[in-house]
């Protein structure tokens, strides 16, 4: 099954959190916070959005910080997505 985003909504799959620190120190698991850093795993197509002009600029295969409480968690195939609009996503990774 194939997830495709409507309007200016993006699929996002989280990267997963460090569980060492640089400093070597293991991370227990109830302390960690999920991460807002994800991968754009499919972008819709844009186009014109509650009447106002909408014009992707994240591609598939970006890296993105997205706002803490965007979007929808959907599981598909056992795999883990948050879809969200694209004016949740706060940057880009380079």
């Known amino acids: 099954m194939k997830l495709t985003p409507l309007g200016d909504r993006v699929v996002l799959k989280q990267l997963v959190a460090e569980e060492t620190t640089k400093s070597g120190i293991v991370l227990p698991g109830q302390s960690k916070e999920k991460p807002q850093q994800a991968e754009v795993i499919a972008v819709g197509p844009g186009g014109v959005v509650d009447g106002k002009e909408v014009k992707m600029e994240v591609k598939?295969?970006?890296?993105?910080?997205?706002?803490?409480?965007?979007?929808?968690?959907?599981?598909?195939?056992?795999?883990?997505?948050?879809?969200?609009?694209?004016?949740?996503?706060?940057?880009i990774i380079q």
């Open 60 to 91: 598939v295969g970006d890296q993105v910080i997205y706002s803490k409480y965007a979007g929808t968690e959907v599981k598909l195939d056992e795999e883990e997505y948050i879809i969200v609009r694209q004016s949740d996503i706060l940057a």
